[in-house]
């Protein structure tokens, strides 16, 4: 599948566009004109304007202004967030606008930076729009409506989004936005020295690992540290968070290793990376916000002897791919990777056999639980053999999990 789509969209659903300057509305109008026959698009030229605009009716997605006069696009979206929360909020700035970053990063879902690429805009408006969508599922939508608001984008990570979408944006400057955060640079750099990464050199800066790892796998791990470290958790005696992280940075590495032996592109390397440490944070959303319940899951797996993710649809009705790709879709992230998070536990509805994050991450989760010594959440996940079979994968199973042996001894004997 080249992009994520959740399912036809056949509700009409309405973007509102918030900037003081008529030319500016003038412009995404005529940008837009291509998708008004499938969408509501709304315009306003002041953050009240705006607000009124929301009273009278449903809107599905606020795309506001940062700088306006009177209330400010950081005001504005606040105010959303409090009387709209089904709404999802996008926050246009200047390049590396870190002040509108430090404001809004516990109440916009993603940042875009000005002068916006039509394409890129349009991307993001049916990305949006399509998770929307998704949640005309009615026992998501019951799901997400219990949780009292859905976290947004780590601080760090934010900014790193914003730096990168300027084509001046340097792994010096990278660096230096991790490094102002001590515990996030001091994890990133832990990580980075585990025998995982096999660079057979200490890492002493995050500028250097950057430079050595790459953007996108940087951005993965300060994406996890971040969502790890910032949803408040309880201490519970069935599940650990602890383990949670260990498995999900033992999968991210596997399906890394996975997608180097069959493929020689590296956006698809990366992909399988972070669907990798992605594909559980719906476990994790769920624990954070709903304990009792994911903790009555939890303990359903164990006593019945089933999959957690079955556990999770008989008291939730969702399980946890479908959660953890409803947040990363809000997020921005690219599609691939949420398709990874989404179908990693159901492969066989994975509508094209063909190598991608879902099948990485399905095999890299399945070699985990073999090769971990910890007490499983129920039952382990079994291999879909008819699919990797129809995609050509059929006897690469052992071969993967020979491979992935071999990286785990290494990280054991160098630790």
């Not at 001091?186 to 980075?192: C, D, E, R």
């Not at 069935?238 to 997608?259: K, N, P, Q, T, Y």
Request: aromatic share 6%; hydrophobic share 45%.
């Amino acid at each position: 599948m080249a992009d994520f789509d959740l399912m036809e969209g056949k509700i009409t659903r309405t973007v509102l566009f918030v900037d003081d300057e008529p030319n500016i509305l003038a412009g995404l109008r005529r940008m837009l004109r291509s998708m008004r026959r499938r969408r509501n698009f709304l315009f306003a030229g002041s953050g009240r304007e705006a607000l009124d605009l929301l009273a009278t009716g449903s809107v599905d997605v606020v795309v506001s202004d940062m700088r306006m006069p009177g209330m400010d696009g950081a005001e504005l979206l606040t105010a959303v967030k409090k009387r709209h929360p089904g709404c999802i909020r996008v926050m246009l700035t200047g390049h590396a606008d870190n002040e509108a970053i430090l404001r809004t990063v516990g109440v916009v879902h993603q940042f875009l930076s000005k002068p916006i690429d039509p394409d890129l805009l349009r991307q993001v408006l049916e990305r949006a729009l399509a998770l929307q969508d998704h949640m005309e599922n009615e026992r998501l939508r019951a799901l997400i409506s219990g949780i009292d608001s859905l976290p947004c984008l780590p601080q760090t990570f934010a900014r790193l989004q914003t730096l990168l979408q300027s084509p001046d944006c340097s792994m010096a400057e990278v660096g230096r936005v991790i490094e102002s955060d001590l515990a996030m640079s001091a994890k990133i750099l832990q990580l980075v020295n585990s025998a995982f990464f096999g660079l057979f050199r200490h890492v002493e800066s995050p500028a250097r690992a950057v430079n050595l790892l790459g953007l996108d796998t940087i951005k993965a791990l300060v994406l996890a540290v971040g969502v790890f470290s910032e949803l408040q958790t309880t201490r519970s005696a069935v599940f650990s968070v602890a383990d949670l992280w260990s498995h999900s940075f033992g999968c991210a590495m596997f399906s890394r290793e996975i997608a180097r032996l069959e493929e020689q592109n590296k956006e698809m390397v990366d992909n399988c990376f972070i669907a990798g440490l992605m594909h559980d944070v719906g476990k994790l959303l769920l624990f954070s916000c709903l304990p009792a319940e994911f903790e009555q899951a939890v303990t359903l797996a164990r006593e019945n002897g089933m999959l957690l993710a079955r556990a999770e649809r008989a008291v939730f009705g969702a399980d946890h791919g479908a959660v953890g790709g409803y947040l990363l879709g809000l997020w921005g992230l690219p599609g691939p990777v949420v398709e990874g998070v989404v179908f990693h536990q159901r492969l066989e509805t994975y509508p094209e056999p063909s190598f991608s994050p879902a099948l990485a991450v399905h095999a890299a989760d399945i070699i985990c639980h073999r090769l971990d010594q910890k007490p499983l959440v129920g039952i382990a996940p079994q291999a879909a053999s008819e699919h990797l079979a129809e995609a050509g994968y059929g006897d690469r199973l052992e071969i993967w999990e020979s491979h992935c042996v071999a990286l785990a001894n290494q990280r054991e004997k160098d630790d």
